[in-house]
């Protein structure tokens, strides 16, 4: 079993930087696809940006604006949301996939609003 921790994710204003970070614990291993999705109230659940080992992708939305990154050997996930807007508002949830594992995190609310 993973265990995947969320945490960073609160209310910010529209300009505004906020750090997300998910600590994976547990059965983990090396090679792992780590990502963050988000989800609106009413619409669907969405990749935000994902990184392996030597690739990032980013949906368009956020391109330029957010960076996913690794940290504590790989074993944690960093999402840097800087310049954020009220449609990035969502619950931001983090995943873990290594080969035919899956896990969530519970998930963290992000408003952004003045």
């Known amino acids: 079993q993973v265990q995947l921790v969320e945490s960073g994710g609160g209310l910010v204003q529209p300009g505004g930087p906020l750090r997300l970070s998910c600590a994976a614990s547990?059965?983990?291993?090396?090679?792992?696809?780590l990502g963050w999705y988000r989800q609106a109230p009413g619409k669907q659940r969405e990749m935000v940006a994902t990184?392996?080992?030597?690739?990032?992708n980013y949906s368009d939305s956020v391109k330029g604006r957010f960076a996913i990154s690794r940290e504590n050997r790989g074993n944690t996930v960093v999402l840097q949301m800087n310049n954020v807007k009220p449609e990035d508002t969502a619950v931001y949830y983090c995943?873990?996939?290594?080969?035919?594992?899956?896990?969530w995190g519970q998930g963290t609310q992000v408003t952004v609003s003045t």
């Open positions: 547990g059965s983990t291993f090396a090679i792992t696809v």
């Open positions: 995943h873990y996939r290594y080969k035919s594992w899956e896990y």
């Open positions: 990184i392996s080992r030597f690739n990032t």
